[in-house]
């Protein structure tokens, strides 16, 4: 028995049309003699370029593309009609002061073209490029963590050595204090499906710098200060992240790294914000970082503007350095 098939014989305009509309396709055309620049209504959006607008070029793309991507994206489209094969080249746009990413698809060599006229698509890729940046991150934290858990261990043995009279007491002395590390490291690591439970900030802080103080508690080499403020469960990996990269810049190159070091933890609350103070005194000479900023400095940045709705300054007196922290606190409390 002979069945019909009910494929569409022919992919009229249409059809393909709701196709691509499916599959979030933009589609785009460009004259190589004239520059001109034809969009569909989906890309329109996606470039926030005027259905209306007389004449769309590469120059009037341009002015929505990332100044950082534009040199590039430049090239790139000069030289598309050389590529041999497919091409795929992604970039981002401004698109009112939100960064999209986009990626734009065709072929070279002059591939598929119609009279004068070349065809390509544009794709809405920002969620993938936000996953595969989500990636990269967690990959470099934790290279840039288990790095820092060999010079802490280090540390904390010079610590050790210094606060005790004989080999066993240091064994034990220096046991204890990776232990409390350890403690610390939980707080550091999300864990998924588990909520920390909500404490107060001069808890956290204790039990985030217990170990690296010679008496083996705070209050000796570092000194907190803070008033009786509720760190939300939700808030409680971030603040232990930057508190504990703090800790370990200091213990590597502050003034946790000198024997008379002393750091200082210091709180203010006014309205709706939160002001963490880090002064630490007694450590090497102070040099002011210069160049790109470390892995560790981005992941703090990141995490307190992203998270808690802060920013974080340093500053670079000849005493040592200063680190101020500033959060929202309705984001702290959360």
Known sequence: ??????????????????????????????????????????????WGVPKDNELVNFETLSARIHPEDLDRVRAAFSATRQVLGGYELDFRILQQGEVRWISARGRGEDQGIVGRIMFGIFLDVSERKLAEEAREM??????????????????????????????????????????ALGDAHELVRPTLGQQKKATYLADLLGVLLNA????????????????????????????????????????KYGALSRAAGTIDVSCTVEGGEVGVVWTERGGPAVDVPAGQAGFGSKLVNRSIANQLGGTITFDWPVAGAVVTLRMSRARLGV
Do not use: C, Q
């Open 138 to 179: 967690l990959a470099g934290e934790m290279s840039h963590r288990v790095k820092n858990l060999f010079a802490i261990a280090s540390a904390l043995t010079e610590i050790s050595a210094r606060s005790t009279a004989t080999p066993k007491d240091m064994a034990r002395d220096l046991t204890r204090r990776l232990r």
């Open 212 to 251: 690296y103080d010679d008496a083996g508690a705070i209050g000796g080499r570092i000194r907190v200060a803070v008033p009786d403020l509720l760190v939300g469960e939700g808030s409680i990996t971030t603040l232990a992240l930057i508190v504990h990269e703090l800790a370990t810049n200091s213990i």
């Open 1 to 46: 028995m002979h069945r019909e098939s009910t494929t569409p014989p022919v992919w009229d305009t249409n059809r393909l049309r709701i196709a691509t509309d499916a599959a979030g396709v933009a589609l785009w055309s460009w004259n190589v003699d004239t520059d001109e620049i034809a969009l569909d209504e989906r890309a329109h959006v996606m």
